[in-house]
């Protein structure tokens, strides 16, 4: 019952699966139990749509929109093809309504899925959101009632992309002409982030030279994520030949930035979050604010960031747990991801509402006017990198959830044997859902944290979106001690069934 169901579709974040198994009859399953947890569990009336460049986009939306209508709610859908962030924006405008986004983010072609929204950009996930959130929706999707309402909703289009262009610019500081002279390159890889950003990068005059900028859901590259090198390798080499200050990979909905030099070095995502923080702080200059960083964030990244006079806490994995987090303390501001996703508490419409999402465009020109502003900072901070060595996050699928929890125990003995000690909850006592080892390194660092000459940070994690992956990543003081502990890592899993190392 339960596979002919698909509830592994089901995530922590989210809901994801192979399109070939969320047939019609289930999709529409699916959109009546959406419906009853919007109309009955949060009370909204209208629900705000959008689907990204996945060719089973249209065919997801329209069936679950002819489900929200007949079930009473008003439905206002973005048209075409539409980034993830160009979503959130649009729900900004409808604050009182729950969003859906039609999509599968940086995941294989053939994949579906959805990201949900109460209202205020309210995230659902699992046990995240009223009722449980994802949890109240299964359980809506397993009972299978009707969810015909009294009357039928409204259907409308809201294009909101001019508007989000002036908006983010705005907030970025980037006004037209502003970028002249800075030599951008861009690669889309055929997903969706192609038409808002030429469009504002153009205005911002900026020498943009824009790679796979149509929307394509056959994806010729490859699969839409910036990490694969078989994916990027196009965009990496034009890169490599041609004469660029910066230039920015994105994933297959657009809210994920990889952010490479001119020369082909790529900026950690914590580091790009330490250059912006000054222009941050112009916008939240009180001393009581704080940002958050991942668990993988590099320590000296961390120090950088903690010195525009910031706090800064350790937080799991996850946009939806992320979201939570900052909503439930105000005083956070801002997050960064070393995944690549950068979020913001953004207000609008001088509504007083402070909307904890996502907003790649902003994160694109701000830190694109940083290289242009602020050219010694960046060297400086790069020169930082120089110092240290990472081994980005790579995986291994193991043949069941027991023989993937055992490899994870040896390796956390392992680096706990050296003298790592292990976290596993964040400052609030939230379950980081990870393990974050450090050696010669405290766990809370300052702006004058000292460090060990062979420090080591070592993270691993369960993958929430993809099924029987562990991950790891590795970062220290030189590149010996991550390429020793990235090999002890891969020695170690082997015993477990450990497949050949996953990307991705």
Known sequence: MADALNLSMFRAYDIRTPSPLLTDELAVRLARAEARYFREVLGVAGVVVAHDARLTGPRCLSLAAEVYLDAGLDVVAVPGVSSTCLLYFTAMKHPHYAAVMFGASHNPKDDTGQKILGANLQPIARNIGPEGGLESVKALYLADESCRGARRGRLTACDALDEYVEYSSSLAGVVPGSLAGLRVLHDYLNGAAGREMRLAFEQAGAELTALHFAADGTFPLGDPN???????????????????????????????????????????????????????????????????????????????????????????????????????????????????????????????????????????????????????????????????????????????????????????????????????????????????????????????????????????????????????EAVSANARLARTAKADIARIVQDYGASTEYQG
């Open 226 to 472: 910036p990490v694969k090198e078989s994916v990027t390798r196009e965009g990496r080499e034009r890169l490599r030949l041609g004469a660029f200050d910066l230039a920015t990979l994105f994933d297959g909905d657009g809210d994920r930035l990889d952010f490479y030099v001119g020369d082909g070095t790529y900026v950690a995502s914590s580091f790009v979050y330490a250059a912006i923080l000054p222009l941050l702080r112009g916008r939240f200059p009180e001393d009581n604010w704080g940002v958050f960083a991942d668990l993988k964030s590099n320590p000296l990244a961390i120090m950088e960031m903690a010195r525009t006079g910031v706090r800064v806490e350790v937080i799991r994995n996850g946009h939806s747990q992320i979201k939570q987090s900052m909503i439930d303390d105000p005083t956070m501001f801002g997050t960064v991801e070393e995944s690549a996703h950068f979020y913001e508490a953004f207000q609008f419409g001088g509504s007083g509402l402070r909307f904890c999402t996502e907003n790649s465009l902003y994160i694109a020109l701000l830190v694109s006017r940083a290289f242009h502003e602020q050219p010694d900072r960046i060297r400086h901070l790069l020169q930082l990198q120089a110092t240290t060595s990472r081994e980005r996050e790579w995986g291994y699928k193991f043949p069941s959830d027991r023989a993937r929890a055992e490899a994870m125990d040896a390796v956390e003995a392992h680096f706990t044997s050296l003298g790592a000690a292990s976290m596993k909850t964040m400052s609030n006592g939230m379950d980081l859902e990870a393990t974050l080892l450090r050696r010669g390194l405290p766990f809370r660092i300052g702006p004058n944290t000292r460090l060990a000459d062979d420090w080591l940070q070592v993270c691993q994690r369960i993958s929430q979106s993809e099924d029987g992956l562990a991950r790891w």
